[in-house]
């Protein structure tokens, strides 16, 4: 495990064992994935529709994913520091010549922290149907998210307790919409936050423990499997008598 | 027919389902009891859908008629999905 303060008093992080890095990359690569089909149809559903609910959602989802991208470079500085070595890397370098692979990986999580909040914020506040037109609401919850990425860069755990009250709302949010449509794309909508939730417990512990994290991740790839499942049953090929 | 204001998408929805209904062709007269619409609105929309291409009208012994055309079932189709998706992630 690196743990690192760098300047500033960020903190640096790489949870995972040795033989991991890389994989947990992978997985969040996954999500990634899962959330940028989210973000594309949302967007093409907002302009189909002209809603704008759809316009959040995918606003929502591409905060998701700019959390994901940044955690994967962070961590990617860290496994793979050869990769100043190539010519975009050291140019890179020779630009931010002051730059450790710990200050880009602690720069890269507070990122991470912060759309990370916010993507699910956002999420919390679509699906709550809280009305958008209540400003001063959205101005204090904004701000609740900064705070809370001020306070995760005093301590990762604050990041991921505030980031599991959030999922719990919104796995909470996602239940009681499973008992109103009763379908079977809303129920596995539903799990997926409910397993997100519990990788997000997980994650507040892997300081403690390797295999925590190696867990956590295990348990959040099958979250995003599980979101990627009612999208697909959406898609899947058309009946005839379905289109005619 | 939803009890909450129905949006144009959600007009022309109903207006393609009805003709889907009526086995791929319906009379105007039907159209026009079948879609809640007033007969200016419907008359207007009847329109958009001709010029979209997702219907065609047809004289049919002497009698107008309305035809659904493939854009008509694929709209369906891209509608309904929205509607599911929507469902499943709670934006309905």
């Avoid at chain 1, 899962?34 to 529709?49: E, G, P, Q, T």
């Avoid at chain 1, 307790?161 to 539903?190: D, G, K, M, P, W």
């Avoid at chain 1, 049953?233 to 005839?240: E, G, N």
């Avoid at chain 2, 939803?2 to 007269?29: H, M, N, V």
């Amino acid at each position: 495990m690196v743990f690192e303060s760098v300047p500033y008093g960020l903190p640096s992080y790489v949870f995972g064992p040795k033989w991991f890095y890389g994989f947990d990359s992978i997985i969040e690569l996954i999500a990634v994935i899962v959330s940028i089909l989210l973000v594309f149809y949302s967007y093409k559903c907002y302009r189909m529709i002209g809603e704008k609910k759809y316009l959040y959602f995918s606003t929502a989802f591409l905060s998701i994913t700019i959390s994901f991208m940044a955690k994967i470079a962070g961590t990617f500085s860290i496994y793979r520091p050869e990769i100043t070595r190539t010519q975009l890397g050291s140019s890179v370098h020779q630009a931010f010549t002051s730059l450790t692979p710990y200050d880009i990986n602690a720069i890269a999580l507070v990122v991470h922290y912060f759309f990370m909040l916010l993507g699910f914020m956002m999420l919390f506040l679509i699906i709550s149907k809280l009305t958008w037109k209540n400003q001063g609401a959205i101005a204090l919850l904004l701000y609740f998210v900064f705070l809370a990425t001020w306070l995760s860069i005093i301590h990762y755990q604050l990041f991921y307790a505030t980031s599991f009250v959030l999922v719990a709302l919104i796995a909470y949010s996602y239940h009681q919409n499973y008992r109103e449509v009763r379908s079977e794309r809303a129920r596995f909508v539903a799990i997926a936050f409910g397993i997100i939730l519990v990788s997000q417990a997980f994650f507040a512990f892997a300081i403690y423990s390797k295999t925590v994290y190696v867990l956590a991740q295990l348990v959040q790839l099958l979250g995003f499997v599980y979101l990627l499942i009612p999208f697909m049953l959406i898609f899947r090929k058309p009946r005839k008598d379905r289109l005619k | 027919m939803s009890e909450k204001r129905r949006g144009k998408l959600e007009i022309i929805a109903d207006i393609l389902k009805s003709i889907q209904g009526k086995g791929g062709k319906i009379k105007p007269t039907h159209l026009l009891y079948k879609s809640n619409l007033s007969h200016t609105k419907l008359k207007e929309y009847a329109n958009a859908l001709l010029e979209k291409g997702m219907i065609e009208e047809k004289i049919v012994k002497g009698r107008k008629m309305y035809f659904m055309k493939e854009a008509g079932y694929k709209f369906l189709l891209e509608f309904e999905r929205i509607k599911e998706f929507s469902e499943s992630f709670g934006l309905d």
